[in-house]
């Protein structure tokens, strides 16, 4: 694969896109930021391929919560009402210790109003499938292992960026590097860069049929471990689980359930109902890597980076995804249907807001990954304070983060552009 490392990141701006009939955009990588810029850029006016290496669109991971700021993004898609009316409306609930006791309470109402509308929680699949389906039938391309050859350049019209698949080779505009934590594009335009390491925790995921009977959502934190507990529209069951470990261990035999009993059998309730109810080799289980050190740039000649090939971050403020999504309409606003490509800009907006979350994120990890009884009990007593001065105050951590809106307010309708 050839390397992008000579190529401006700071490379003036590109001729009008109008030179060409129709402006290519080449998506590497089919999960939800890929397919959310290649849906976004589609109604732009571009000309649209995604190559995902799996043999099919099926996402890693259960669930996904979405927050006002990425549910807004969806809105420039044209899919916020319609991912709002399918999933689970975030509840009453809150915070606990392993044996139930409540540290805070969470305020639904209070945090929709502070945020401009509710949390969210849906099916991974669900998200992606209705994001494919706003594209051309013959947009995605699975088993489709794409390689990045030259970054193209901005300056000249005469070379675009290439890409090279089985298939054959690939010219565009516009490459989007949607590739995922070990992205080989990131590689590629910055060689240098040490890439993802070691966040300190390994994280697992199941689904479970309908319990039968309510619970409370929760999240509860105990010595360098977390497990969460939310429920799907449909009344299945999303519950994720994390632990201070070494990286790269697996439980024993490949057991997964088990290990999840020895860990968090004797938490409070509905944990144990849920391990019961979980289905041997249903276990989800990865470790959590992530960007330590920010990247000089989200793009480089005509490729742009995003999601996690381009900031891969810890998901203790769900908001992994979420930045993706937002990534995602905001290329597009700076890729306007005969305008200059403005990678630059893109840069601009997305590379300090996301290194703000990731930060964030890691601040959220070490505090719930506490394992030290003195540093559990002054966290606790600090969360139980806070939540005796107001809900209110435990909000504030997600100002400036589920209150942002996209560049463009309104929803484009049209694959011409005209919003």
Known sequence: ????????????????????????????????????????????????????????????????????????????????????????????????????RWLSRADPALAAERFGGPLVLLHRATLVGRLAAGLPADAVRTASDARLADAGDPADPRRPARVTTPEGELEAELVVGADGIRSAVRGALFPAHPGTTYAGFTTWRVLVPP???????????????????????????????????????????????????????????????????????QVL???????????????????????????????????????????????????????????????RERLPRTTMVARKARTVSRLSMLAGRPGIALRNTAIRAAGLVGPALMLRGMDGIADWHPPQRRPYVDAGGSV
Do not use: C
Request: charged share 20%.
């Open 1 to 100: 694969m050839a390397s992008a490392e000579n190529a401006e990141s700071t490379a003036p701006r590109t001729p009008p896109q109008a030179a060409r009939a129709q402006a290519r955009a080449v998506v590497i990588g089919g999960g939800i930021g890929g397919l959310t810029a290649a849906l976004a850029l589609h109604l732009r006016g571009w000309q649209v391929t995604v190559l995902e290496r799996a043999r099919e669109l099926k996402p890693v991971g259960a669930g996904i919560s979405l927050a006002p700021n990425s549910q807004r993004a969806l809105d420039v898609v044209g899919l916020g009402d319609e991912i709002r009316s399918l999933a689970a409306w975030e509840g009453d609930g809150g915070l606990l210790t392993p044996k139930g």
């Open 211 to 281: 319990l039968g009977r309510s619970f409370v959502e929760h999240e509860s934190w105990g010595p360098g471990h977390l497990w969460g507990t939310h429920p799907f529209a449909d009344g299945t069951v999303y519950a994720y689980a994390a632990a201070k470990v070494p990286p790269g261990q697996t439980a024993r035999d490949g057991d997964e359930r088990a290990e999840l009993l020895r860990r968090y059998g004797s938490w409070h309730d509905p944990i144990p109902a849920i391990l019961d109810a979980v289905e041997p080799g």
């Open 285 to 347: 289980r990865h470790d959590v890597h992530h960007i330590a050190e920010p990247l000089p740039a989200f793009h480089r000649g005509r490729v742009a980076l995003l999601g996690d090939a381009a900031h891969a971050m810890a998901p203790t403020l769900g908001q992994g995804g979420n930045q993706a999504i937002e990534d995602a309409v905001v290329l597009a606003h700076h890729a306007a249907p005969g305008a200059p490509l403005d990678l630059a800009g893109y840069t």
